[in-house]
């Protein structure tokens, strides 16, 4: 598709039935709409959906869809083997407490008989019992189409703002990126690759990158939010040169240019390094930097001071070097590359937010862009927001929930605080704090955790660190609901009362992150499941009925509101309320609290219209570029980017409000500091283990049930270099134990000759739907599981950032009447003595 002309000119509109959103074929009802790869995925892209008898048959790509041309990754092609699972949840179940793990004893209900057990449960234990709603806490997944909807539920329906990812410290996962980028530059950068244009790669302005760093991702793998990797894959078509700064080598690195296969959690050195080279060559956009960046002598200055964080050498490559295990001649020829070229872009990856120097890797590398002029410019990093200013996310949940409730959230501050620590700023993340809720399911402190609510999430089973002391703690609620579509190994372990979740392509639906805005529409039904949006509606009726009767009374009216306001705070007439600000004598400035969209339309435009007119609307903010000097980031309408001086802040002083030191220094976790220092150490856990990486067939935990998956991806792979097997004596296909002083699990051995002999690649999310469901199998859902190796309780500054992918392990053969770690952890007390709350 390097020609994006010739493409279109190949497309038979007519075919395609180009105008129309649903019609008749060959005895299918062919709808064109959007979709995540249900239910998970962080993109939802165009497709033609064909349903027959109730059933969805096949999914194909729609070329008439700009967004992604017809292209789909497998696991979208592959929905109605998903949707159709014949063992998906169909209807409500209940069971008792003391029947936990236990799947057989689960007995169907109706969902009003699932509503009086949870309004009951909630009125007599905790209401009619003076305890607060703080002490309900609710747990999401990644899934971004449950980005806003499952904080809303726990604000506006459970009351409480105790919303988050149980046992994820760190906030490890894309929040970090966000709020690394949101300090320095007010906005979010991703790669131009003529995204925001609804001509797309014909758009006049927009030019290919000269060179594109593809850093610590797999951008055709992963498909992060709001990106699609094969947007990057045409740029490269048109001449795009690559970077590559992964220690693995992928895709990219095969076709770089320059490959620094750096160690695991190193990042932030190689991006000091390139601005060391950048700033002392002088290779900087001097008009942008003079013009648009605060604080770039201080910068300058600091990158070349001796320090005891930099070996007394200043962040020079040599410095880099040395840590990192990259060649020096190879860091300075690759940021030379990157700054000398006229359009440079960066795509960064989930490496960003797994270490704990994590915010300041992010700072520096929004230096980067900074300083080589490599903002907001055709083919550069593209500042974006959500379309059209719909907004809804962690804030609804503070929003909507409980005033007594919300001012009791568990924080980082509140973690501090408990651990006899001096709080050195006050909270700036909107979900609660992942090891705060730790800290109170383990302790009942700062204040009893008697309720959970799980939507979305295979909890101990993806992300959870530490699972052996995970599941001890969630087991701790007396009362547990799991809203799902299939029967996961946390369904099976915990739910008291599960609920059947719609898939995408069953739900109404609308996707904002970031362009263009989309609409799904359901085509299909499966049994009794109900949508994240419906059980909104469904429990909010009858929980919070007075704002739920008057404002969201039915689906209609929720999608509705979603469209017209974002779920902003209005008047008793309806008209828009939001607090904007302060004005100078301290009084609440109200501004209107629609959306982009609604003003747009005059207030008239529905879900439906959307439907019907391709499903698709582009914002024309996302279309622009030079924003900064149109005034098109500032409140104010002044020319600027968001931030306190309306300039790109190269050393952040938000960072410091934050309580985060404001200058970027590197610092290693507990492990790696110790695998880098002690060669004791490193004789007994000589691997760091790099954890995470993303396959095609599965999204986190995700898919295993689907045949078709599995037949590409048949178990768990542990990747070790060709040097690792030889010592080893370890063949293709062999299990292999992995283990450290936390846990062990076992993978099966696939070499990798490209791997650096001292590193080992683990997957996650591990489990076999095809097993026995009952305790202590629970699928196999701790044997593979490499968070068996992980732990809670070190975070980065603000507790931003854990290590999760520079963990380290030893490694030996798996043998006949090894004890299985399910065994191991549920009837046999753990790997070890879990150490005392706020410990690792």
């Known amino acids: 598709m390097a020609d994006y002309q010739e493409f279109l000119d190949t497309i038979d509109r007519a075919a395609y039935h180009e105008g129309e959103w649903q019609w008749e074929e060959d005895g299918y009802t062919v709808t064109r709409t959007y979709n995540y790869s249900a239910p998970g995925c962080h993109d939802s892209c165009g497709i033609l959906a064909y349903t027959k008898d109730n059933k969805l048959v096949k999914v194909e790509g729609d070329p008439l869809d700009p967004c992604t041309n017809g292209k789909l990754c497998m696991r979208c092609l592959n929905l109605p083997e998903a949707t159709n699972y014949p063992d998906r949840l169909k209807y409500p179940m209940k069971r008792k407490r003391e029947d936990r793990g236990n799947v057989d004893a689960f007995e169907r209900i109706s969902w009003d008989e699932a509503l009086d057990i949870i309004e009951d449960w909630i009125k007599t234990n905790i209401d009619e019992a003076g305890l607060g709603r703080e002490s309900i806490m609710v747990n999401h997944g990644t899934g971004r189409n449950i980005n806003y909807q499952v904080p809303f539920l ?8 105790n919303v988050g990812a149980i046992g994820f410290s760190g906030y490890s996962c894309y929040l970090p990126r966000v709020c690394g980028t949101a300090a320095p530059m007010g906005d979010f950068p991703i790669v131009d690759a003529s995204m925001g244009h609804p001509d797309r790669y014909n758009n006049p302005e927009w030019v290919h990158p000269d060179v594109l760093v593809v850093w610590g991702c797999e951008p055709l793998r992963s498909n992060a939010d709001g990106y699609i990797g094969h947007w990057l894959v045409q740029c490269v078509q048109m001449g795009t040169k690559i970077i590559s700064i992964d220690p693995i080598l992928t895709w990219w690195g095969a076709r770089a240019t320059h490959w620094l296969d750096l160690r695991p959690g190193t990042d932030l050195c190689i991006a000091l390094a390139w601005l060391y080279v950048i700033t002392q060559e002088d290779l900087i956009d001097h008009e942008f930097v003079d013009c648009w960046c605060a604080y770039y002598d201080e910068l300058k200055t600091y990158l070349a001071t001796p320090s005891e964080n930099n070996d007394g050498l200043g962040y020079t490559p040599e410095w880099a070097s040395r840590v990192t295990g990259v060649d020096e001649e190879t860091i300075v020829a690759s940021a030379r590359m990157y700054a000398n070229a006229p359009r440079g872009a960066i795509q960064w990856g989930l490496p960003f937010d797994t270490q704990v120097d994590s915010m300041h890797a992010c700072l520096a590398v929004s230096d980067l862009m900074a300083v080589c002029g490599n903002i907001d410019r055709p083919g550069t990093n593209l500042l974006v927001r959500n379309a059209f200013e719909i907004n809804p996310g962690y804030a609804t949940a503070s929003m909507y929930a409980d005033p007594e409730a919300a001012a009791k959230k568990c924080t980082y501050k509140t973690l501090q605080q408990l651990q006899g620590k001096e709080p050195k700023a006050e909270p700036f993340i909107g979900m609660a704090d992942c090891d705060a809720m ?42 547990i609901v799991v809203a799902d579509p299939y029967m996961t190994p946390t369904a099976a372990a915990f739910a008291d009362i599960l609920l059947p979740l719609k898939m995408s392509i069953e739900r109404d639906s609308m996707r904002v992150w970031w362009q263009p805005l989309r609409a799904m529409k359901a085509v299909t039904t499966f049994g009794e499941c109900k949508s994240d949006e419906e ?105 600027g980017f968001a931030t306190p001086s309306g300039r790109i802040e190269l050393i952040s002083p938000t960072f410091q409000a934050w309580g985060i030191d404001p200058w970027p220094k590197h610092y290693e976790s507990v492990a790696q500091s110790m695998w880098t220092t002690d060669e004791e150490y490193r004789k007994e856990y000589p691997f760091t283990i790099i954890n995470g ?148």
């Open 693 to 840: 990486n993303r396959s095609y067939e599965f999204f986190h935990s995700e898919n295993r049930q689907q045949k078709t998956m599995r037949e590409f991806h048949p178990v768990p792979y542990v990747q070790v270099s060709k040097q690792t097997a030889e010592e080893y004596g370890l063949a293709e296909g062999e299990w292999i134990w992995i283990e450290n002083h936390v846990g062990r699990c076992k993978q099966c051995v696939k070499i990798n000759p490209a791997l650096q002999p001292h590193y080992i690649v683990a997957e996650h999310g591990w489990w076999f739907p095809e097993g026995d469901g009952n305790a202590p199998s629970l699928f196999g859902s701790f044997d593979c599981n490499i968070n068996n190796l992980t732990y809670s309780f070190e975070t980065g500054e603000g507790g931003i950032g854990a290590p999760y992918k520079s963990i380290v392990g030893r490694i030996y053969k798996v043998k006949d009447g090894d004890t299985l770690p399910s065994v191991q952890i549920l009837e046999k007390g753990g790997f070890r003595e879990i150490p005392p709350c706020g410990v690792s």
């Open 438 to 479: 730790c800290y109170a399911m383990e302790t009942q402190q700062p204040y009893p955790m008697k309720m959970l609510w799980v939507q979305g999430s295979n909890t101990y089973t993806c992300n959870g660190l530490d699972t052996a002391r995970i599941y001890r703690n969630i087991m701790n609620f007396e009362f």
């Open 535 to 639: 059980i909104i509606v469904w429990l909010g009726n009858r929980l919070n009925p007075e704002l739920f009767n008057k404002r969201w009374p039915d689906i209609d009216h929720f999608i509705q509101d979603y469209l017209d306001t974002g779920f902003n705070l209005i008047n008793e007439d309806g008209s828009g309320l939001k607090t904007a600000g302060r004005n100078k004598a301290g009084a609440d400035v109200v501004a209107d609290a629609h959306t982009e969209f609604y003003r747009k339309h005059g207030g008239t435009g529905t879900f439906m219209d959307l439907v019907q007119q391709g499903g698709y609307e582009y914002d024309e903010f996302n279309d622009e570029y030079e924003k900064y000097a149109k005034g098109m980031l500032r409140s104010d309408g002044t020319p």
């Open 154 to 161: 726990g604000g506006a329906c459970l009351r409480t703002s």
